[in-house]
């Protein structure tokens, strides 16, 4: 089964818009057409430039990192918006369990031992319980390591990957892209508008029904940034 491939924009591009797919290449990511694109058994990518796009909603994005599949090996943020994909990360990492080990590493020590990346995913955690693999910054770097991961036997322990800094032309993007074992998420600044849908969101999910001009208010309070709401929001819902 493949792994889904979800885009987030801003309003440059749109809230949560996609880059288009044709066959099994996609385009840049900025100014594409559509929310979210996501490629599954179930969601067919385009076959053509004729063919319809296929869309996701924010909730379908939502799914994509707090229920992860099991099969997806590398979860690769990226996109010059840190705080969303530091958000998104968050909430991949506690869909693995709150008592998951997390290892930390980053591009250098990739770049110096690539198949420590590969050695990690597939060893056991010293307790038994679950383990992930957090690897922040990552870049060009990180290429071989990448590689070896999604092309090893194994590899139980998944991976996120924070790379805000590489271009829609990175190696390890389309490596990843090209991948059935691998999910791609890009993050861009969202527009005021589409902050405040975001709060309405990140509200609702906390069991909270935003009123009047609340989520404005919310947004302009924590400058827009996911982060700053989501902490905001979470001690509203206390």
Do not use: W
């Amino acid at each position: 089964d493949r792994c889904r491939r979800v885009r987030i924009c801003d309003d440059r591009g749109g809230e949560y818009r996609a880059r288009t797919p044709v066959g099994d290449r996609r385009g840049p990511d900025r100014r594409a057409a559509g929310d979210v694109c996501a490629a599954t058994d179930a969601c067919p990518r385009r076959s053509g430039d004729d063919a319809d796009t296929v869309k996701a909603n924010p909730r379908d994005i939502r799914a994509a990192v707090d229920r992860p599949s099991p099969q997806c090996r590398l979860f690769l943020f990226h996109g010059p918006d840190g705080s969303t994909a530091a958000d998104l990360a968050t909430r991949l990492a506690a869909a693995f369990g709150t008592a998951a080990e997390r290892i930390d590493l980053d591009g250098s020590t990739l770049r110096s031992d690539p198949a420590r990346l590969s050695d990690e995913a597939a060893s056991l955690s010293l307790f038994g319980g679950a383990r992930y693999i957090r690897v922040s910054p990552a870049g060009e770097e990180c290429l071989d390591a990448f590689g070896a991961l999604l092309s090893a036997d194994q590899a139980g322990n998944p991976v996120i990957a924070l790379a805000p800094t590489i271009k829609s032309t990175a190696k390890i993007l389309k490596l990843a892209n090209e991948s059935p074992l691998a999910l791609t998420i890009a993050c861009y600044e969202p527009s005021a508008q589409e902050a405040e849908k975001i709060a309405v969101t990140l509200a609702r999910d906390a069991g909270l029904r935003p009123v009047g001009d609340a989520a404005r208010r919310l947004v302009a309070a924590a400058g827009g940034d996911r982060a700053v709401m989501a902490q905001e929001i979470t001690k509203l819902a206390l």
